[in-house]
């Protein structure tokens, strides 16, 4: 499994676009970026998964460059609501495990 | 989608004691997986768990310590074994959706604090 990395934390005000990239130097050509969210005292949760170049829903976009060796999941407009740990993780379509990696601890200031 | 629950919550529990957690998906569902995540840190998968084999543990884990049992398709259960502090964690339990994409839903986790 490609080994992912980025920033361990990250602080915006509400309103502002936040963007958080990750690399994933070693991704396989049949492997999908995904993000993840995790709120205080619950589970993840699932935002937005892409193979290339940009993929957007209600929640994010996420652009992933040709050599998709590195992607961004940019949150439009944030509130203090978004407050929260991000996680870029690389995964098979379906039927493997996934790992986490230590994610990014996004606070949002009012 | 299909709904995830754990039982209990929370827990407090005296060293050398054991302690089951239960995970219930309202749907049939082929793989899930239990995760531990320390105070402050990122998930770290326990093991896989499908109907009708054993759990394939990860690097780290073994049987003895989380035996985890998955009698149907909606039902898992984690134990911790003979716990000492060290084990005080979150425990998630999570399963893969039924859709094309590697997507897995979580559980609200149980909170353990041994003594």
């Known amino acids: 499994l490609a080994k992912t990395t980025q920033p361990i934390s990250m602080d915006s005000y509400e309103g502002q676009e936040v963007n958080i990239t990750c690399s994933h130097n070693?991704?396989?050509?049949?492997?999908?970026i995904t993000w993840y969210q995790q709120f205080p005292s619950q589970g993840p949760r699932f935002i937005i998964q892409?193979?290339?170049t940009k993929v957007t829903n209600e929640v994010a976009s996420l652009f992933i460059p040709a050599d998709r060796k590195s992607s961004t999941l940019s949150l439009p407009r944030v509130s203090l609501s978004d407050t929260a740990v991000y996680y870029c993780?690389?995964?098979?379509?379906?039927?493997?495990?996934?790992?986490f990696g230590k994610g990014t601890r996004l606070h949002i200031l009012p | 989608s299909a709904v995830i629950s754990q039982k209990p919550s929370r827990d407090i529990c005296q060293r050398g004691t054991s302690l089951t957690i239960q995970c219930q998906v309202d749907?049939?569902?082929?793989?899930m997986f239990w995760y531990r995540q320390q105070p402050g840190q990122s998930l770290t998968l326990i093991a896989t768990?499908?109907?009708?084999?054993?759990?394939?543990?990860e690097s780290g884990f073994v049987i003895d310590k989380f035996p985890i049992s998955r009698p149907n398709l909606t039902f898992s259960t984690l134990t911790v074994s003979n716990m000492s502090p060290e084990d005080s964690s979150i425990y998630l339990c999570?399963?893969?959706?039924?859709?094309?994409?590697?997507?897995?839903?979580f559980g609200p986790g149980t909170r353990l604090t041994v003594l």
């Open positions: 999570s399963f893969e959706g039924q859709g094309s994409r590697n997507e897995q839903f």
């Open positions: 768990a499908n109907q009708g084999s054993e759990a394939t543990y």
């Open positions: 749907s049939q569902v082929t793989m």
């Open positions: 993780l690389v995964v098979k379509n379906r039927d493997d495990k996934i790992i």
């Open positions: 070693n991704i396989a050509t049949n492997d999908y």
């Open positions: 892409g193979y290339k």
